[in-house]
Structure formats: C-alpha cells, structure tokens
T-cell receptor, first 115, second 114 residues
C-alpha cells in the first residue's frame, strides 16, 4: 500500500505571497492532519480533517487554512506569507475507523522557505 | 491543554548498548502514546505505540512502557545499531473521538557510535 504523498517537496516563496500544499493520504484513510515542524517550536498541530469536515484546529492565525476533498485528499493554504512561516509542513493520515482509527502515518513533508 | 516533556534531548550510546528515552504528559485523559523516528530529510515514522489499557508493549528490539499513575511512558531500544541514529519523538493523544491533535515532545537526538 502506498504511503502518504505530499507535493511539492520543496517550495521557495517571498513574503506576502500565498502557497498551497497538497497531501494524498494512504488509500482507505479518511482523516488527514497537518503539522508545522520548526527547530524552535518542534511539531505543532495545525488542523485535522475527517470526511471533508475540520474537526480540530491548532493555535495558528487565520492565514493558515485547509480543506479536504471527497477522495480524502487535502490541501492547506497559507496566505500573506511571513518569514516565520518557513518550516517543514507535514501531513499525516489516519484510518478514521476501527480499533486503530487514530494511528497516524506521516508523509515526507513539504519544505517551505520564505524569503 | 496537554503538555508533553521528553528527556534527554540528546543521547549517545555505543553500538550494542541499550537506549532509554522518557516522556511525561499532563492530561490524565490522554490514552494513546505513539513513538516516532525521524531521519534526516524524512517525515516521522511510527515505530511503536501503546494504549492506556496496556502497561508494556514490545516489538523485536523496541519496547514501550506506560505508567498511567505517574503519567509517564518510556521507549527502550536494546542492542542498538548505527541505523537507530535519528531523532525520536513521543506524543500523547486523547483518542479518536477528541480529534487527531497529537501533542508531541521536543524530541531526542540519538547517536549510536560504532
């Protein structure tokens, strides 16, 4: 079974621009979560989607948004980019059903650099 | 909210020795505790997990123990090998119905010296 895929793997943007990152979960998984990873703050939860609905949101400004499609693929968008948004953005998928509903499997991440 | 602490931040061991990483959590409602291994340039990889109804779980050279009363859990790696060198993260979660907002520890950089 293929793992979680994220595109693009690397991205360079300038301040003020916006960016869209994409995530395809493991086949059959219905939950997608997004995390930001930085050396200073570690792994921080952004939001989670299940069956196209946002179930939880972390403590990030409204510039960070996301959505999930009917095939469980998800996108996250960051508008008005700031230098501090430079980070590795990780997507994780979970089955969302059964006894292992909450096991999370991560993708390779998208490395975003804001200049 | 939940807070997860992790120690040590760095750990160096000789090949063949054991390594132990410890985490504590603050929310007694947390009931799922996974451990992840992250190698350079890769996303975190789930290596073992434990649920609150179990005290210990083992998978070959890796084991995890959970003490719900003290609110701490530990990762044990025996017979360490150079390929075990990576950053290890612990996490805590309250379970599926509460959403997938895992809280992660700050990580432990493990170096296995040949």
């Amino acid at each position: 079974k293929a793992g979680v895929t994220q595109t693009p793997r690397y991205l360079i943007k300038t301040r003020g621009q916006q960016v869209t990152l994409s995530c395809s979960p493991i086949s059959g998984h219905r939950s997608v979560s997004w995390y930001q990873q930085t050396p200073g703050q570690g792994l921080q939860f952004l939001f989670e989607y299940f069956s196209e609905t946002q179930r939880n949101k972390g403590n990030f400004p409204g510039r960070f948004s996301g959505r999930q499609f009917s095939n469980s693929r998800s996108e996250m968008n960051v508008s008005t980019l700031e230098l501090g948004d430079s980070a590795l953005y990780l997507c994780a998928s979970s089955p969302g059903q059964g006894g292992t509903a909450n096991e999370q499997f991560f993708g390779p991440g998208t490395r975003l650099t804001v200049l | 909210g939940e807070n997860v602490e992790q120690h040590p931040s760095t750990l160096s061991v000789q090949e063949g020795d054991s390594a132990v990483i410890k985490c504590t959590y603050s929310d007694s409602a947390s009931n799922y505790f996974p451990w992840y291994k992250q190698e350079l340039g890769k996303g975190p990889q789930l290596i073992i997990d434990i649920r609150s109804n179990v005290g210990e779980k083992k998978d070959q050279r890796i084991a995890v123990t959970l003490n719900k009363t003290a609110k701490h859990f530990s990762l044990h790696i025996t017979e360490t090998q150079p390929e075990d060198s990576a950053v290890y993260f612990c996490a805590a979660s309250k379970g599926w119905n509460y959403g997938q907002n895992f809280v992660f520890g700050p990580g432990t950089r493990l170096s296995v010296l040949p």
